[in-house]
């Protein structure tokens, strides 16, 4: 992501780091307590999209419409096996099993992530229904056989992207859903203009430790080349631009808290908001994709 009035500067790509490199790098933004992330966030401490129905939504009621969103693409329902894979705070794990019934297994390479996680599925009366495994997903033994899989924001984190996506093809059984939602280089020309800008390079490395991003057509062939076939593309650029300026919000209000919690990035954070909400549109867009695991798809999902 990058501001558009910088000066135009490529630089030569860094090695691709290993995935213990990019795990420790990623963590330092992920295992700050949550009680930070609350300050800027939703209630289910949501870090991705939400999605805007009504003119006069809420945060709160974005990121419910998203969970929603993301449980109709999928057809889960009550004892659906759901992987989500960088279930983050447990937004998506904890509402799926929750709300639909499903059986939820999460993957986070945060421990506190995954203690924040188990201690909410055991206040809400889910514990039964969430299993949470802390490690890098390329890494941690799985059992197959879901019914669907989640990658919400998580896949830029990911430096071996094929053989992650290969792994989640073979943890599905046949007719099994993919929902993965990421931001993007608007075409493959952008990611080569900007993708090793400073404004990029302060989300991407700043702010994250490692990130990745890639245009559409990249994350396309990833999952085409696994032998999934894609159902769909939602663009949701609009959406996330609205969510990023009602965080913006909350932080600014939330400043002095937000230093008290985790001193000296009150500031680095609403940069790195800020320069995302520039970027949105001009350099960089927020896609969905929904794939299946057979040879002719599925009718009617889009």
Known sequence: MSDANEVSIVREPIAVPTVEQALRATNQHYEFPPTFFAR??????????????????????????????IAKLLDVRSGSRLLDIGCGWGSLSLFMAEEYGCRVTGVTPSRAQADHIRKCASTIGVEGRIDVIVGPFSEVPIEVGFDAVTMVGSINHMPNQDDVLAKVHGLMHDEARLYLSESCFRSASKYKEFARRPGTLQVTEGIFGFAEMHPLSTLVRVVEDTGLSLTGVTDLTWHFKRTVNDWIERAVRERQAIEDIVPGMSEPLLEYLRTTNLAWGYTTKQYALTAVRSRLGVAGLT
């Not at 939703?42 to 709160?60: C, F, I, N, Q, V």
């Open 40 to 69: 800027f966030l939703d209630r289910r401490l949501k870090y991705s999209s939400g999605l805007y129905l009504t003119p006069g939504a809420t945060l709160d009621d974005a990121q419910t419409e998203k969970l929603h969103f």
